[in-house]
């Protein structure tokens, strides 16, 4: 059986250099307001990252554009979400 990995291997993923069409609104509602921070789990990709002080970081490279995390975050609405600009963002399928 194919595992989910090697799936996503087989995914291409191209970078829009400095614009990230995903962003966390207040940084400081992840770290004091959410202790579940249910993003850091639930996005397929890993692109949020828990840190050890109780931040959040965000890393959209390899986004899979589920849309998970604005959903998964509702109690706070503290995900801006946009698709990624034509021609950047996930290739799906390949190899
Ligand atoms: S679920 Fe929302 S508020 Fe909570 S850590 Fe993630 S982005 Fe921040
Ligand atoms: S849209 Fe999906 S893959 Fe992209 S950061 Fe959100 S949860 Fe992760």
Redo the contacts with the bound molecule.
Sequence with gaps: MIKVEEKLFQNRYRVDAGRPHIS?VDAS??QH??P?????VCCPAAC?TREGDGR?TLITDGCLECGT?RV??TD?R??AWEYPRGGYGILFKFG
Aim: hydrophobic share 30%; aromatic share 6%.
């Design positions: 966390i509602v992840c307001d959410c579940t921070k249910q993003c850091t949020y959040v995390c998964i975050c706070h503290n995900v």
